[in-house]
Every structure is written in C-alpha cells, then in structure tokens.
C-alpha cells in the first residue's frame, strides 16, 4: 500500500482563509511552522490526560485548515498559557497567542463542550491578572480546576510541571500591579460599554 502524498503548500492555499483569521487574531503567522516538536517536548502539559492533540500537531492542523477539528481539540483548553513553546520555537511562533486565538474562536461560535466553562475561565483569568499584575498559573489551574471539575487533569499535571519547575508555587511579585488593575479595569468598562450600544 502506498503511502498518500500530501501537498502542504497546496493545503495551505487551498485553507488560507482560516490560516489568515489565525494570523489577524493572533498576530502569528502558522505557515512558518516545520514541524520540529520542539513545542511540545518542552510543553508541562503534554501528555496529559486532558491534552488530546500536541501543540505541533495544533499548527500543522490550522495549516491544513482543519478549523472544525482543531476548534473542538480539548488542547486549546488545557494549555495554560505559560509560553514555554513559545520561548523554545526556532521559528519565532508565539504559540501561546494562537492558543489564545483559537480558544476565542471555539468559544464565539461555541462549538466546544469546554466553551461552557470559557466565561469562568475568562473571568478568573483576569481576575488573576488585577490581583497579581501577570499570570499566576498554578494558582489560576487550581482555581480553575475547583470550579469547572477538572480536579482529574490538575493531579494528572500538576506535581510534574512544578517538579519541572514549569510552573511556579508561589504567587508573582510586581511593583506596579496596581498599574495592571487600571488598565484591566478600564478595557472591562470599555467592553461593557460596548456591550450597551
Ligand atoms: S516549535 Fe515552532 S516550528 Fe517547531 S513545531 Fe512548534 S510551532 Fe512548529
Ligand atoms: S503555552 Fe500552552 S501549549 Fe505552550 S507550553 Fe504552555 S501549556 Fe503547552
């Protein structure tokens, strides 16, 4: 049996379409994406149980212009943003952002059952980000987990990724968190405020 030949840069024109609202939310251009794994190797949350689909497998998907299979991917989910991929990418790929794109996009067209638990996410989210000034992920997957039940996939990952050192136990110090909370503040009045018109 022979193997199929798959033309990539002729999926990659035939899909430019989702490639590009990719790029326009994430500001990442996945076309530049090879394929050396280096994402995944380093991802704390890879082979997890909750990870479905590996971070490189992520970018060839969106390539290809998967967009109903890749929206559906427990991954965009799991991810907790901590942008080790990101730092460990040869090709310059903030992959954390795509992420982010992609959970957008999955949650505004709500197709996924996780999209259900997106407004907690979001919220505590940037309830993390006025109270710490940056990202405190153990404290934000922990907070999470509780509430949405995902008490499985946190003892599945968590003492690996702090044993990693992936992910820190304490919350993060900033001298101008209060500067952080401001300006979360006001995009929150922002987004109310077109939310009225
Ligand atoms: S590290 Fe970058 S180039 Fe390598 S597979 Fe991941 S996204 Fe692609
Ligand atoms: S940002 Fe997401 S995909 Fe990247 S290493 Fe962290 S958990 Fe894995």
């Not at 971070?55 to 991954?75: A, F, H, S, Y």
């Not at 067209?109 to 309830?127: L, S």
């Not at 909370?181 to 987004?191: D, G, H, Q, S, T």
Request: aromatic share 8%; proline share 4%; net charge positive.
């Amino acid at each position: 049996m022979s193997a199929e030949v798959i033309n990539l840069s002729q999926l990659q024109n035939d899909h430019g379409d989702f490639v590009e609202r990719v790029r326009k939310m994430s500001g990442q251009d996945v076309r530049k994406c090879y394929q050396c794994g280096k994402c995944s190797a380093g991802c704390p949350v890879h082979n997890c149980e909750g990870m479905d689909v590996s971070p490189n497998r992520i970018m060839r998907m969106v390539q290809m212009g998967m967009e109903e299979d890749v929206l559906r991917t427990k991954t965009i989910w799991i991810c907790v943003l901590c942008s080790t991929c990101t730092a460990r990418c040869p090709r310059d790929i903030d992959i954390a952002r795509v992420m982010d794109a992609l959970r957008i996009m999955s949650f505004e067209r709500k197709i996924t059952e996780p999209a259900k638990t997106a407004n907690i996410f979001h919220e505590m989210f940037m309830n993390n980000i006025k109270k710490y000034g940056r990202m405190y992920e153990f404290g934000f997957a922990v907070g999470y987990t509780m509430k949405t039940g995902y008490m499985l996939n946190l003892l599945d990952v968590g003492p690996a990724t702090l044993l990693k050192g992936n992910l820190a136990f304490f919350p993060p110090h900033m001298k101008n968190s209060s500067q952080i909370r401001e300006i979360a503040e006001n995009v929150e009045k922002i987004e109310r405020m077109e939310g009225e018109h």
